[in-house]
């Protein structure tokens, strides 16, 4: 089959390689349609997250099921389905609370939480490819109504828009609550559509990048360009100095100024800022503990040196982490399939398989329009 493989870093090209096969009874081999590229996809590839050479790219999968194991008896083949980027065994006692994304069986090295074509994730091939092997498919995979309606939206239930809602769900946001979404990325704009879907009644989201500062304008937000102001003090100053009721980090430990210049406890430091005492924060952006090419020292170790003084005193929740996609993904589903969520309204590229370099290229350059990139085997 045809997969994007991982050459080094800025480096990915599209080879030939061995079909995946099932391997064990409740596997499930999947026919990728649609396969999205991540900010996530970039610690990779960028080297700032290393990865080995020849791994199978690609988190963000759905397709048809090809073919399944002995021991799979829900899903059949000929199903429509989203992949959850979580690999889970749906066994253990974190899957068992719910937290599929703290699996402890699906990564072999024994830590907690497994995925496809991502760094210490278990060596799970990912899904930009032709084909993907599913472990434990009856668990993981969401059934989708058959045929192409919503392809373009149902492709986000397998990461963004669960991730993007997990961030409200973590920051607590309720109808009538005012929310701060740090970056709007494709995470941070499916954070910003999902408190408003919550009924927020205001939503203000902070970036640099004019075009997707755009888009979240168009969703319903009110934009911040960090490039023009300070963003806590402009929260600050639009709620009376009183602050936001709920803040959402969509940026990662890659945060920088204006100027470009990394500093991985921005965001941090502004949450705290522009969220009210007793106010909550949910942290979807990734930090990793461990960062050899980070703009401290302190930070190379996974130590960020951001405000815990004032969050403390401040009385401010603080919650984090990956999201457990499964806890979420069917009830978004069932709002696309009701015309009440339309989340591919921010997709800015369809490209085929093959154009995946110049995908990656021009995504992690960030490059003007480049909101969220889709690839089609
Ligand atoms: N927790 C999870 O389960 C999960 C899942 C998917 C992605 N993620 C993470 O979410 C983060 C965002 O992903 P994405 O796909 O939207 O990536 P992205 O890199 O395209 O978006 C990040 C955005 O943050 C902006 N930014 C940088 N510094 C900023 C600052 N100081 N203030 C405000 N905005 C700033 C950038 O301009 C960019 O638009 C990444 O860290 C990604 O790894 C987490
Ligand atoms: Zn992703
Ligand atoms: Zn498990």
Redesign the pocket.
């Known amino acids: 089959m045809k997969a994007v493989v991982f050459k080094g870093p800025y480096d990915v090209a599209v080879e030939n390689v061995p079909d995946p096969t099932i391997e064990a009874p409740l596997d499930a081999i999947v026919r990728i349609t649609t396969a999205n590229i991540?900010?996530?996809d970039?610690?990779p590839y960028e080297g700032r997250a290393p990865l080995e050479a020849g791994m199978v790219l690609g988190h963000e999968n759905m397709g048809v099921v090809e073919e399944v194991g002995p021991g799979v008896n829900r899903i059949k083949v000929g199903d429509r389905v989203s992949v959850p980027f979580n690999l889970a065994c749906g066994t253990c006692r974190n899957c068992n609370d719910g937290f599929t994304s703290a699996c402890l069986r699906a990564n072999p090295s024994g830590d907690p939480g497994a995925g496809y074509g991502y760094p210490n994730m278990g060596g799970y091939w990912g899904g930009q490819a032709e084909l993907l092997r599913v472990p434990w498919a009856d668990f993981n995979l969401l059934e989708l109504p058959a045929g192409s309606d919503f392809e373009n939206d149902f492709t986000m239930l397998s990461?963004?828009f669960p991730?993007g809602y997990h961030g409200t769900e973590l920051a607590q946001v309720r109808p009538g609550t005012s929310v701060a979404v740090?970056?709007?990325?494709?995470?941070?704009l499916m954070a910003a559509y999902s408190a408003l879907l919550r009924g927020a009644y205001q939503v203000f989201v902070?970036?640099?990048?004019t075009d997707?500062l755009t888009l979240a304008e168009q969703l319903g937000a009110t934009p911040i360009n960090?490039a023009d102001v300070d963003p806590a003090d402009a929260i600050l100053d639009a709620t009376d100095g009183f602050g936001v009721d709920c803040g959402v980090e969509?940026?990662?430990y890659q945060?920088?100024?204006a100027a470009g210049e990394e500093h991985p406890e921005?965001?941090l430091d502004n949450l705290v800022k522009a969220v009210r005492a007793t106010g909550h924060i949910g942290v979807?952006?990734?930090y990793n503990p461990s960062d050899p090419d980070a703009a401290t020292e302190s930070a190379k170790e996974g130590r960020i040196a951001f405000n815990y003084g004032e969050a403390f005193f401040k009385g401010i929740s603080i919650a984090s982490?990956?999201?457990p996609v499964k806890k979420y993904n069917r009830e978004l589903r069932d709002l696309i399939i009701h015309g009440r969520a339309t989340p591919s309204v921010i997709v800015s590229h369809e490209l085929k398989l093959d154009e995946a370099a110049y995908a990656y290229d021009n995504f992690d350059k960030?490059a003007d329009g480049w909101t969220k990139v889709l690839l089609k085997p």
């Open positions: 991540c900010g996530s970039l610690h990461d963004i991730t740090f970056g709007a990325g494709p995470v941070g902070v970036d640099k990048q997707r960090l969509a940026v990662g945060a920088h100024d921005m965001v979807v952006g990734v982490g990956q999201c960030r």
